[in-house]
Structure formats: structure tokens, C-alpha cells
């Protein structure tokens, strides 16, 4: 199971994660990844200055531009 966390706070949701959040929701959607992956948004992860900001199975993702999110999920599928 992976289990995503996206900062929802708003210097995170303004630098990408609101366009990070739909694509992740389209992959999971589209992928048929109901089963492998979970998704949550939380309220301000206290990472402004490396936003925008996501956890991946507890692992800290700084930076990441929605254009990349898929990039970093695909590796933890592949572990998977």
C-alpha cells in the first residue's frame, strides 16, 4: 500500500499542489490504483519554504512540481 499525504496549506496549494492533487486523483482514477494507493490532504505540513510539499510513505518529497509527481509515485509502485 502506498500512502500519499499532500500539504494542503496554502503557500503549498498555490505553488502546485492544487494541480498536484488532480493529477494524482486522475492517476489513482485512471490506473485503477483504488486498491494500492491512498490519498490524503492535510492542512500545513510546516514545509512552506520547500514547498510544494507531499509525503509518500512517510517520505518527505520537497519541490515537487506537479509535472514530476508521477515520476515519484512510479518508483514507489514499482517497489511495490
Given at each position: 500500500?502506498?500512502?500519499?499525504?499532500?500539504?494542503?496549506?496554502?503557500?503549498?496549494?498555490?505553488?502546485?499542489?492544487?494541480?498536484t492533487?488532480?493529477?494524482?486523483?486522475?492517476?489513482?482514477?485512471?490506473?485503477?490504483?483504488?486498491?494500492?494507493?491512498?490519498?490524503?490532504?492535510?492542512?500545513?505540513?510546516?514545509?512552506?519554504?520547500?514547498?510544494?510539499h507531499?509525503?509518500?510513505?512517510?517520505?518527505?518529497?520537497?519541490?515537487?512540481?506537479?509535472?514530476?509527481?508521477?515520476?515519484?509515485?512510479?518508483?514507489?509502485?514499482?517497489?511495490?
Amino acid at each position: 500500500m502506498i500512502n500519499i499525504e499532500i500539504c494542503m496549506g496554502s503557500s503549498c496549494f498555490a505553488r502546485g499542489n492544487r494541480e498536484t492533487l488532480e493529477i494524482l486523483e486522475n492517476l489513482i482514477k485512471e490506473g485503477c490504483f483504488e486498491k494500492e494507493i491512498t490519498l490524503t490532504g492535510r492542512l500545513c505540513m510546516n514545509r512552506c519554504s520547500c514547498g510544494p510539499h507531499i509525503l509518500i510513505n512517510g517520505d518527505s518529497h520537497d519541490l515537487v512540481a506537479p509535472e514530476g509527481v508521477i515520476e515519484v509515485v512510479n518508483r514507489y509502485l514499482e517497489e511495490a
